[in-house]
Antibody, heavy 115, light 107 residues
Framework: EVQLVESGGGLVQPGRSLKLSCAAS????????MAWVRQAPKKGLEWVAT????????YYRDSVKGRFTISRDNAKSTLYLQMDSLRSEDTATYYC????????WGQGTLVTVSS | DIQMTQSPSVLSASVGDRVTLNCKAS??????LNWYQQKLGEAPKLLIY???NLQTGIPSRFSGSGSGTDFTLTISSLQPEDFATYFC?????????FGSGTKLEIK
């Protein structure tokens, strides 16, 4: 059974950093592209970043470029999102997702950026 | 960036109704359009991928169609568990983008 478990969310002040993790199991992690998708409270879904299966390429939405870094450790079957220079508009539940068509999602981890 | 416009934003319907949800892309996305269902407090669930392919385990009352810029999700006979919010999503080009959602409510 495919499982994705996010962790690392919490309350952080504007301008500070946070690192999210997504532990994967139940599939061959190194075969799949991975992504982060976020959802602000009571809002829609927003794609954040994607990393290719071997880590060779990464893609970001404009609003996080230069501030967020997606990475992966295929030996540990873990996906990461390093978030720097956080802003109030980054407040959201962050999901990791994978599989054809984003068939598999974690339960999400809430990030709140507030002073 | 490709803008995804969903309509209507809210749809009121009854159990047993046939409903159609719309999604329009601001430019051609070929067949690369997915549909997700999301219930309150839960992660999204993939229903349809690449316009018209039913995800494993999804009931056959869900179907998708379209091409290019105009796409639809049809639920042939609404069940009580179908009342939720539905999002379309294009993965034809970066940045990937979601529609703003259609909330399906009980009439």
């Amino acid at each position: 059974e495919v499982q994705l478990v996010e962790s690392g969310g919490g309350l952080v002040q504007p301008g500070r950093s946070l690192k999210l993790s997504c532990a994967a199991s139940g599939f061959t992690f190194s075969d799949y592209n991975m992504a982060w998708v976020r959802q602000a409270p009571k809002k829609g879904l927003e794609w954040v970043a994607t990393i290719i299966y071997d880590g060779s390429r990464t893609y970001y939405r404009d609003s996080v470029k230069g501030r967020f870094t997606i990475s992966r450790d295929n030996a540990k079957s873990t996906l990461y999102l390093q978030m720097d220079s956080l802003r109030s508009e980054d407040t959201a539940t962050y999901y990791c997702a994978t599989g054809r068509g984003f068939a598999y999602w974690g339960q999400g981890t809430l990030v709140t950026v507030s002073s | 960036d490709i803008q995804m416009t969903q309509s209507p934003s809210v749809l009121s319907a009854s159990v047993g109704d046939r409903v159609t949800l719309n999604c329009k892309a601001s430019q051609n996305i070929n067949k690369y359009l997915n549909w997700y269902q999301q219930k309150l407090g839960e992660a999204p669930k993939l229903l349809i991928y690449n316009t018209n392919n039913l995800q494993t385990g999804i009931p056959s009352r869900f179907s998708g169609s379209g091409s290019g810029t105009d796409f639809t999700l049809t639920i042939s006979s609404l069940q009580p568990e179908d009342f939720a919010t539905y999002f379309c999503f294009q993965h034809n080009s970066w940045p990937l983008t979601f529609g703003s959602g259609t909330k399906l409510e009980i009439k």
